[in-house]
């Protein structure tokens, strides 16, 4: 890693000043895109951007240049909804979801009593994610409070901008996971007194869904959500059509699963629902006037069987839509390869997802759901420099794709189609290099100038 306050780096940038529409090209004023650009560090974030031969006469003598031509920079992604303690789970042979907790994540999560196994799991989430350009997670962590110490830690010392919360059951689960209802608050208010916006970290509340908590730890969580509007929630909605069928049976007065958390104070501009297959549009509505996000996670629910979420359902109404890994659920932390779920998903509903979209929801669209906005998801003076290093040319098949690309559109696409972990040359968080991939590939020899934006 270096630790220089100042350097710049020369390549092809991409980001994203608003919604590009579903179009394909993306509106105007939607996309700032240099071809020769550069990107100048200092202290962390990005002091300036813009294209090479504009900036190079400002640059102060000696300032160290580093020289990515032929590669794309964009903002690091973020995963708005994944489970660091369910890493190892990950490809367990096929459970629907009610299935999968009982045989493998409740198993698995018992484990994180141990610090040590906590930190050991910590530190391998952290590499894997930012292998894959992941820069920024909102992340289920077990109930034990050592498991959010362990991650916290980690993230701090590699100086991260992460969410992360403890969840919250104490009912429906094993001795070992399940909470004293106000003993679990009380870990969780400890928990947010040491690490809430402690360097760039912050508390995501984290009742795991309304089957594993009583009326009276949802309304606690609620309480606390109601005193401090700086944190964050994240929970599970509408998954399974199995899990609705429990909802109804464990909270008879509600008159449907959103209700139930409604009533408890949990829905607002910094909630995300996992999933939300299953809803109809006067929920979706709802959302959507409190301002919370659905956290789509395509390759989970693929793989669990759960349905195919309707992201023109949710857009019809403006409600916030983020793209999230849902690992262990999940088969791929890559953001590209959610990509390449979430399209696949789309073409089955008839509502495809161009690459604009994609990479937009990867960035800016998942930072200002987030609430996360005004530090990360943007290449712009004053952010927080957190940014991944594109190879188009990474591997052979993907560089015969994208020598025929005429347009940046199409080697969007490609990427996301055929990219994966070996298309991220270096991830960067803070303005430090987090990773840089080990092997270079014969096409790195003959960088090759990517087509314009259009």
Not at 4 to 25: C, Q, V
Not at 155 to 176: F, I, N, T, W, Y
Not at 183 to 190: A, C, K, Q
Not at 259 to 284: C, K, N, W
Request: with cysteine.
């Amino acid at each position: 890693m270096t630790t220089n306050d100042s350097r710049l780096l020369r390549a092809e940038l991409l980001s994203f000043d608003a919604d590009p529409g579903d179009a394909d090209t993306p509106a105007p004023g939607s996309v700032t895109h240099h071809r020769d650009g550069a990107l100048w560090l200092e202290n962390g974030r990005i002091r300036a951007i813009g294209d090479y031969a504009t900036l190079a006469p400002e640059l102060p003598p000696g300032l160290e240049v580093i020289d990515h031509r032929g590669k794309l920079i964009t903002p690091g992604f973020i995963d708005s909804h994944v489970h660091y303690v369910q890493l190892e789970i990950m490809a367990s042979y096929g459970r629907q979801l009610l299935d999968w907790l009982n045989d493998y994540t409740f198993p698995e999560e018992l484990r994180f009593a141990s610090r040590e196994h906590a930190d050991a799991l910590s530190e391998a989430f952290l590499d894997e994610m930012l292998r894959v350009g992941t820069t920024t997670a909102q992340v289920f962590c077990s109930s034990h409070p050592v498991s959010v110490d362990a991650f916290f830690a980690a993230s701090q010392r590699r100086g991260l901008c992460m969410l992360a919360g403890k969840v919250l059951m104490d009912r429906h689960a094993p001795e070992g996971l399940t909470d004293d209802t106000l003993g679990g608050i009380r870990d969780s208010e400890r928990l947010i007194g040491d690490w809430h916006g402690k360097g760039r970290l912050g508390y995501s509340l984290t009742p795991r869904f309304a089957p594993t908590s009583t009326r009276a730890q949802l309304d606690a969580t609620g309480a606390i959500l109601r005193n401090d509007p700086s944190l964050w929630l994240q929970t599970h909605l509408a998954e399974n059509t199995g899990e609705l069928d429990w909802v109804a049976e464990l909270f008879p007065g509600s008159r449907d699963y959103l209700a139930v958390y409604e009533a408890s104070g949990l829905v607002g501009p910094r909630s995300t629902f996992a999933h939300g297959i299953h809803l109809d549009q006067e929920m979706r509505a709802r959302l959507a006037e409190r301002g919370a996000n659905l956290a789509f996670c395509p390759s989970s629910n693929l793989f669990l069987g759960s349905g195919l979420f309707d992201r023109q359902a949710a857009r019809e109404v403006g409600l916030g839509v983020t793209f999230a890994s849902d690992v262990g659920g999940g088969t791929d932390l890559s953001g590209l390869a959610t990509l390449k779920a979430a399209y696949q998903v789309g073409q089955l509903r008839g509502q495809p997802l161009t690459a604009w979209q994609g990479f937009h929801g990867l960035t800016l669209g998942n930072a200002r759901a987030l609430s996360l906005d005004e530090r990360i998801g943007r290449l712009a003076p004053g952010m927080d420099a957190d940014f991944v290093v594109l190879d188009p040319e990474a591997t052979p098949l993907l560089a015969r794709r994208t020598a025929r690309c005429r347009t940046l559109g199409e080697t969007l696409f490609a990427l996301m189609m055929l990219g994966d972990d070996r298309s991220v040359a270096e991830t960067w968080a803070g303005g430090r290099l987090q990773h840089r991939r080990e092997a270079a590939t014969w096409a790195n020899l003959n960088p090759t100038p990517r087509p314009g934006a259009g």
